[in-house]
């Protein structure tokens, strides 16, 4: 690979990736602007969200807490808990990219959604960097400019839904999850779940069900492995033959 | 305790969310049978947030003009269309269909 392929910023496929899911997300960051404030925050608060916390979905669980007159203390506990993925997605971008000293710093904060579902879905080394610095800038600075300038000007995308922008969200993910789906075992595991996704979303707090599907993926990989590791490439005989001494030393 | 207090308290448990992954020991990852659910995480951590982003309401599930943008979405995929294509088409699915009186 010579060094210009290995430059992070290109306009590759990741990066247009990463450019097209900002632009979604940021017009979003104008709803949570005016949405905090109408919610009663500050300006500056508002603003220390965005910038200091910068995972959307805790921001908005935060505000909704502190908009129904909630306690302060569980609009903490609401927003921590929605966290609690960036953590498991941590995990894979540092086994992706392995981030050191102040990068490690930075990497850390633009751990969201987008940035590890952008960069863990490409192919080549350079693309994963490129998945994820690039869509972490463009979401931070665009969420952030947009945060201020809802804040500052209230909602004049009186509702994102009517322009479809909660579709393009949907889209972005499914658009991701594709190019994965390519033999029986992802697309099995992927409707396994969203399915179960789907069925503990109503009894569970939110945030919750992510974990269960990071959970329903440490299961799968292990069974998945251990198949592997019995059977392995041998013809359907050897397996057997294998089995039957497995079971015989046992 | 002050609502800033709050904030800052909030944001500061958020970043440690974020940081402690970073703080796995590197040996860990290496590991096969590691290496072999990231694979398996990444999908089904894609398809929980389409899931969610698709049926999420407030407390429990619905079904809206997202299931809309979601099968417009996957047609255009199939159709072999290029990201922001499938991102536009889905827009455009959830607007048209509130237009249509679909919530």
């Given amino acids: 690979m010579s060094k210009h392929d290995e430059a992070l910023f290109r306009f590759t496929p990741a990066a247009k990736t990463g450019l097209a899911i900002a632009a979604a997300i940021s017009l979003y960051g104008v709803s949570f602007g005016a949405l905090a404030v109408a919610s009663g925050l500050t300006l500056g608060q508002t603003v220390a969200l965005s910038a200091l916390m910068f995972t959307g979905g805790s921001q908005f669980a935060f505000i909704g807490v502190v908009a129904t007159g909630g306690a302060a203390a569980s609009a903490f506990g609401g927003a921590t808990l929605l966290s609690l993925r960036n953590t498991i997605y941590a995990v894979q971008l540092k086994a992706l990219l392995n981030p050191r000293g102040v990068k490690k710093l930075a990497a850390a904060q633009l751990t969201i959604d987008e940035t590890m579902a952008t960069s863990t879905v490409q192919e080549t080394a350079a693309e994963q960097r490129r998945g994820f610095w690039i869509t972490g800038i463009a ?42 789906l390519r033999s029986r075992e992802p697309w099995a595991l992927a409707v396994v779940a969203a399915l179960i996704t789907v069925l503990i979303m109503p009894p569970v707090p939110a945030g919750v069900p992510v974990l269960v599907a990071a959970a329903v993926a440490v299961i799968w990989g292990l069974i998945s492995a251990r198949r592997d590791r019995d059977g392995g490439r041998l013809s359907g005989a050897e397996q057997h033959g294998a089995r039957t001494r497995r079971r015989n030393a046992q | 305790m002050s609502l800033w207090m709050w904030v800052l308290l909030a944001c500061a448990a958020a970043y440690t969310t974020k940081i402690i992954g970073y703080l796995v020991p590197g040996s860990w990852l290496s590991h096969p049978v590691v290496m072999r659910i990231s694979g398996t995480m990444t999908v089904a951590l894609l398809a929980a947030l389409v899931a969610m982003n698709t049926f999420s309401d407030g407390a429990g599930i619905t079904f809206d003009a997202r299931l809309g943008a ?25 607007a048209g269909l509130r237009l249509l009186g679909i919530p």
């Fill in chain 2, 70 to 94: 979601l099968v417009a979405a996957a047609a255009a995929l199939a159709l072999r269309a290029p990201f922001i294509v499938v991102v536009l088409t889905g827009a455009a699915a959830a």
């Fill in chain 1, 139 to 180: 979401c931070y600075l665009g969420w952030n400019i947009a945060t201020v300038i809802g804040a500052l000007l209230g909602d004049f995308i009186a509702e994102p839904e009517a322009l479809g922008l909660d579709g393009a969200v949907v889209a972005a993910f499914l658009g991701l999850l594709w190019p994965r």
